[in-house]
T-cell receptor, first 115, second 113 residues
Framework: NAGVMQNPRHLVRRRGQEARLRCSPM?????VYWYRQLPEEGLKFMVY????????ESGMPKERFSAEFPKEGPSILRIQQVVRGDSAAYFC?????????????FGPGTRLLVL | DQQVKQNSPSLSVQEGRISILNCDYT??????FLWYKKYPAEGPTFLIS?????DKNEDGRFTVFLNKSAKHLSLHIVPSQPGDSAVYFC????????????FGAGTILRVKS
């Protein structure tokens, strides 16, 4: 399967715990985007990364959220001290580096439930 | 600031008929538009796109029309099939900001057999 991979698909956390969401982009893709979908809403941009660099994190909450895309391994979205309002579906998308616009392809998402 | 709007939360269509999903945008800098289809518990799947230099793009049963002066685009599905039942999102890349996608709220399409 050459698609975008995300794990876990479902994650349950209690308030105050940490959540780590992983995303492996499609083969040959070096751009990763994270989006969040709250219930009954569309997807909202969170952060855009290239290998070892955060390019745009304008959609990330200022506290408790961080993201990385290391040289080796998947991209990680980390949420510290989760609260109930963090319950949402988190989607990762990837695109190749062509110097111009490229379609973003999405993974299946991680559904986070905070109890 | 909702730059991409899908004002119809849902649409119900009979199998074999045409489905028309609408999308409006406010940012005149948008140069490219995409439609994604999403089934429950899955990620969005890219469906079709259109560049602002065109007013129509067709791919099989799917056609997207763009009216730049009205800042409006629509997705036509004909003939509609029960498997088309899904949520459809209109999106535009914000080229000035690393191509992040700005999404509409989505329209739930139900195709009745």
């Amino acid at each position: 399967n050459a698609g975008v991979m995300q794990n876990p698909r479902h994650l349950v956390r209690r308030r105050g715990q940490e959540a780590r969401l992983r995303c492996s982009p499609m083969k040959g893709h070096s751009h990763v985007y994270w989006y969040r979908q709250l219930p009954e809403e569309g997807l909202k941009f969170m952060v855009y990364l290239q290998k070892e660099n955060i390019i745009d994190e304008s959609g990330m909450p200022k506290e408790r959220f961080s993201a990385e895309f290391p040289k080796e391994g998947p991209s990680i979205l980390r949420i510290q001290q989760v609260v109930r309002g963090d319950s949402a579906a988190y989607f990762c998308a990837s695109s190749p580096d062509s110097g111009g616009w490229e379609t973003q392809y999405f993974g299946p998402g991680t559904r986070l439930l905070v109890l | 600031d909702q730059q991409v709007k899908q004002n119809s939360p849902s649409l119900s269509v009979q199998e074999g008929r045409i489905s028309i999903l609408n999308c409006d945008y406010t940012n005149s800098m948008f140069d490219y538009f995409l439609w994604y289809k999403k089934y429950p518990a899955e990620g969005p799947t890219f469906l079709i796109s259109i560049s602002s230099i065109k007013d129509k793009n067709e791919d099989g049963r799917f056609t997207v029309f763009l009216n730049k002066s009205a800042k409006h685009l629509s997705l036509h599905i004909v003939p509609s099939q029960p498997g088309d039942s899904a949520v459809y999102f209109c999106a535009a890349p914000h080229m000035e900001y690393g191509n992040k996608l700005v999404f509409g709220a989505g329209t739930i399409l139900r195709v009745k057999s």
